[in-house]
């Protein structure tokens, strides 16, 4: 059991009348308790610029009836509070007369450890790797003009009590560690960025002296970008590489394929269930369940255990993702989705950990058949508008591809594409599936929620590559 | 209720007081209370209601140089306790900083000027309904909008700043802000569009008819786009995409990237970067101004700075720390530019318009395609083909790309200024930047 009540004037049983008369008439809804505690140590510029620590506790409240949400939240666990709260959400659901009472399914699965990543590596021990980050890259590479370097640590506790009084807990690990580097030759300034993360400890990631590692990527993608020529202009062949360049699925596909967008007809997938969306040989699945990964929940924040989710079979439409209120609405169940930020946010339908399965060709059998086009690598963010189903996202390593063979590194650029053909234009799909080293953060309607990505190598046929050289 | 003045003061120093208790030669403590409630509406009916109530501290405690930081939520004295303990800690091992301290005594603010930036009205949900009934009744009246969603938010925010130098001071502000995006479709295709007001008091936002009409008539002018070739063009930049360029401008003469050097802006100081008829003004005293600050989060006292002069850069924004190491006094800009501007440019809209017979209007970018290590530009944009003066068809799906050092110069300004936001531009015309399409 939590101690969410332990230092406050409710006792357990105070909480469950609340939940369960506020609840009464809705057709759904919980209360959600969340304490966090996170760190981030930053290194920049040679010495150790912030150090901050931060614990947060709070309470949501949400009741639903029909399709309307009402929610309210606030720091304060007492009794005055909550009361306040339950009656704000009474004034919205005047005349709720609800029935759905769609059992959760049980679950005793764990994808992570109960453990607190902060308090396993002192802080010594965190500023030490970050200096000798710092000296690594310097004495390295004498054109290094800037090293940027960070920890960022999180446990994060929650409770979901619902109406029958029912409880269900998880404690979530999260830790990420990033490098930045700013390379500087004949004037010209470049950048580098590499990280990695997930949900355990520290040393899981930074044992055998894997920070070398994440440094050399780092100043390795800078290096390139220094020789870096500008990017053409227009459309052509492109070749991603194999793991993080997936985010091209989580935008042009993934976003369209959340619950509630389709719900209210606004993603241009929307009428598309059951129907051809992508090249034979295209399967995309969302999954909660990869041990350890960034994306990954033993529970959603409704409670719902996750699954792994198929999206798309063989080029097949197949299911979108959902979370309770969209799921009831669509007549289907949660595929535990039901994802927030914190507890200062309602519960959205979010993607997992994104991944395109193996096909069986090679990168080097695409790139033999690309007479002009470009091979993205690595990718910084990525943006869509669901309702055109128009996407972006940025290069930050590519070459160029002349008759078959890698050229030149080219400038960032911008690449443009629509979701629900770009998946049509793939012709090949790669034997070499990698995850993405465990550093993404997804953004929708304000709300960040760590996301993994994964795929092989693909070979997409027409896409607008958005350089300055026509 | 949010808390009042006295009962911030009082966290504040009884954090202050634990934190030389515990040792620290200074500290410095920001406590905040926000509450904010929203209604959303979704085709004409009641879709979510939300209340938050938000209480933060956040502590920096200084031993000589020495620093680190701690927040929370739980402002409960037991647990504050536990924190200043724990930063002290922290603080005792992190290593020296010669550019760490509180900001100069002398430049802290010392007048609190009345800026108008609260209202205590309050709009009962129910009359927050009624408001967003309106504006979805006439966002939807056209039969191609088959989407509408909308919200109204009231914000109210106190907070208290205070350090070990005896500067002790606060404000209140508030917010009203209402938004709509709707969804059109035609035979071709569906798309979105939006329009909004935020304003710090009630009776100035915009009326919901109006609000509800712009962002119909914007969305369904964007129905049946075409993909244009790629090539050269001229780029007008409406005044809601504009001003995220001048946002671009203001991260990179940050003092802290200046600082680090990874500005494309460094050393720029007296340079002619704009075409010279270009000026750019940051303001933090506008009455009502939504960049309105009596202070920055340092609590230093902050004036207008003319930032850009006729093309050439004048001043960079410094904080304290960033200040010292470059040698400068902060100028009241921790946390970054206030109410920023270009001024007017005398261009009037049909005439920038008519500068290239044919050009493409910009109304959205998406995605994150500015460098501002190296000042390139590459993003995916939605506009209007215009040629001879005239919107001609909606284009999108494609990117537009240039160096800021080039774009900057080849700016030029319309006369239709209007203070929206915190950072705000005329419709902006740029010659020469490259478009990939098809």
New interface residues.
Partial sequence: MSKFFD?SDLTRKDVENIVSETLNNCDDGELYLEEAKSESILL??N????????????FGFRAISD??????????ISKD?LKN?SA?LK??LKSSKGTYNHEIPKTNNKFYDDINPIEQKS??EK?EVLNKVNNYLRKKESNV??VTASFSGEQKSIEIIRSSGEALTDIRPLIRFNVSV?L?KNG????GVYGIGGRQSYDAYLKNDNWKKVCEEALRIASVNLDSKP?P???MKVVLGPGWPAILIHEAIGHGLEGDFNR???S?FHDLMGQKVASEGVTIIDDGTIDKRRGSLTIDDEGTPTERTVLIENGILKNFMQDRLNARLMNTKSTGSGRRENY?H?VLPRMRNTMMLNGNHSQDEMIKSVDKGIFAVSF?????????G?????CTEAYEINNGKIGSPI????????GPSILKEVSMVGNDMMMDPGIGTCGKAGQGVPVGVAQPSILIDKM??????? | MIKDQEYLKSKASYCLDLAKKFGATDASVTVGNSISESVNF?NK????????????ISIETYIGNK????????L?D??LKI?IE??YE?TK???E?EFNSLPDKDILAKEIKNLNLYDNSHLE?DKKIDYLKELEQTASIDKKI??T?STFTENKSNFILANSDGFCNGYKSSSFSASCVA?AKDEN????DYEFTSKCHLNDIIDPKNLGKTASEQTIKKLS?K?IE???ISIIFDKRIAKGLLSSFASAISSSAI????SFLKDKIDHQIFSDTINIVDKPDIIKGMGSQCFDSEGVKSDSLKLVDFGFLKDYLVDTYNGKKLNLKSNGRSGGSTNLYFENGNTNIEELLRIDNRSLYIT?T????T?L??G?Y???A?GFLVENGEFKYPV????????FNEMFKNVTLANDLEFRYSVNSPTMFIEGM?????
């Fill in positions: 230092k920049d510029d010495k150790i610029k912030s150090s901050n620590y931060s614990s947060d506790i709070g399709e309307v949400v009402a929610y309210s939240h606030s720091n304060e509070s709260s704000n004034s919205t802080l010594d500023l003009k800037q700013m500087e010209r300034k470049e950048t990017a202009a227009g459309e209210k007809k606004t241009a200062k309602i910084g963010g990525g943006q869509v508008d669901i309702t055109s128009k996407f972006v996202f940025n400038k960032g650029a911008t690449l443009i594409g629509d607008t590559v958005g350089g300055t050289k026509l | 979704r009916t009641l879709d979510e209601s939300n209340r938050s109530d938000s209480l933060g620093k680190s930081s701690i927040s929370s939520s739980n409960l037991e647990n924190l724990k930063c922290t091992i992190t290593p900083d949900n088959i989407n969603e969804v295709s569906m798309e979105r786009p993909k790629s090539g050269k600082a680090r050097g990874t959205e998406i995605g994150h395609g460098n290590v190296t390139d590459s993003v995916g939605t999108n799906e494609i990117t537009i790309a240039g160096n490259t478009v990939a399409g098809k």
